[in-house]
């Protein structure tokens, strides 16, 4: 039995958050999101911004930000800062499928990016959707796999289990709740905590609220 297209979600994923930018008013372009600084702007900046790059720019991009992910990340956001938001939304439909370092594991990193970036911006605005179970069943496994994260550290020593989705993961207390929640909480969202459940959820609030995570 062949895997999911991870390409074609990662395509649909990113359809779908170019569909609810072009709907926000020029105020919810200027709030913040989930990322901690960052405007809904700044995260629509980030998530594109490593597309055009080929070998040598991403190269260039890593020297000038002392090879530091934080650093470059905050380069890539910079080099748009001037741009509209009408630009920024092209720039998302120009790049739908992820290429370069995005495609790496098999699309996984341009799915897992898009998807918890365009939570960040619907949770901070209030905007709930429902995420595609197919997505979810690629993006919840790969965070918790993906270094930059830093989701093994948060959820070390817990077992997460989606009520939505077939997924268990891990040894110990039980944190339970909806795969989206689990996906965000993972990944450093403080704000998906009061969707989880179980004796592990209160462990995984005390990490994510004291900084340790």
Known sequence: ???????????????????????????????????????????????????????????????????????????????????PTGELVADVRRHLRPRGVTALFGGRIGLTDALIHHQDIRRALGLPRVVPAERLAVVLPFTLFAPPLGARRRVRGLRLVATDLDFRSGDGPEVTGPAEALVMAAAGRADALGELTSPGADALARRLRSGSA
């Open 1 to 83: 039995m062949s895997g999911p297209d991870v390409p074609a979600l990662a395509v649909a994923e990113r359809a779908d958050l170019a569909g609810l930018l072009e709907d926000l008013t020029p105020d919810q372009w200027e709030a913040g999101s989930l990322c901690t600084g960052w405007r809904v702007r700044d995260v629509v900046a980030h998530l594109i911004g490593y597309e055009g790059m080929g070998a040598r720019e991403t190269l260039s991009c890593a020297v000038r930000g002392r090879f530091g992910l934080g650093r470059m990340n905050a380069l890539v956001v910079a080099d748009r800062a001037g741009w």
